[in-house]
């Protein structure tokens, strides 16, 4: 059975159960993985999951409005993965950089079709975000912030650089990094795994 008519399945089962509007995103960011933003259309968007070409409105006032609510789900995911990839208690500052650094890049080159639309203008420069949107953005990086303020706490990192500064620059590294490997500047696994241990080195040895 293809990807696609599973999705059909699915929903044929869940429709009455509230499950359609996270059956719809996941089927946007299949779609998106396949063919990009241009491709995804609110009709073919219901084609694919087999629903009237009306249901996605009840969920979605517009295809902005789904796309908002991708990214929003790509920055609930980033930082759960990097969560998850904490390195327990006592583990060394330097396991824990390395950790941070290669757990944001890695997920950003595996989750394309999350990360452009997070970082993308399709969601930052076509109107006002949403609320939901806006905050949880930069809640992200607001966590960021305070990471590097607990670092500059243990005396990891210089105390007389302001947290903000520090974490927009090193922040700006991360994303270009993860840029030039989403869109093939990089594509060798040992690069990309050398280019971080760099940038872990380069960054947290102030």
């Known amino acids: 059975m293809t990807a696609s008519r599973a999705l059909m399945t699915v929903v044929?089962?869940?429709y009455h159960h509230g499950d359609l509007k996270?059956?719809?995103?996941?089927?946007?960011?299949?779609?998106?993985?396949?063919?990009?933003?241009?491709g995804l259309s609110m009709r073919k968007l219901a084609d694919r999951v087999g629903v009237s070409r009306s249901a996605p409105y009840h969920h979605f006032e517009d295809k902005k409005a789904l796309l908002n609510a991708i990214a929003h789900r790509g920055f609930v995911l980033q930082a759960q993965a990097?969560?998850?990839?904490?390195?327990s208690q006592g583990s060394s500052f330097q396991e824990q950089v390395?950790?941070?650094?290669?757990?944001?890049?890695?997920w950003a080159v595996e989750h394309p079709e999350y990360y452009d639309l997070m970082f993308g203008r399709e969601v930052w420069q076509a109107s006002d975000p949403p609320d939901d949107f806006a905050q949880e953005s930069r809640g992200y990086f607001r966590r960021y912030v305070e990471r590097v303020e607990r670092w500059q706490h243990s005396g990891h990192i210089q105390s007389d650089l302001s947290a903000l500064r520090f974490a927009q620059v090193s922040w700006s590294s991360l994303h270009g990094i993860s840029r030039l490997l989403?869109?093939?500047?990089?594509?060798?696994k040992k690069a990309q795994n050398a280019i971080c241990d760099a940038a872990a080195d380069i960054f947290f040895k102030s």
């Open 182 to 188: 989403i869109d093939g500047i990089y594509v060798d």
């Open 82 to 87: 990097i969560d998850d990839q904490e390195p």
């Open 22 to 38: 996270d059956t719809l995103e996941d089927a946007a960011v299949e779609i998106l993985r396949e063919v990009g933003v241009n």
């Open 12 to 14: 044929k089962k869940n």
């Open 98 to 106: 390395k950790s941070f650094v290669h757990t944001y890049v890695t």
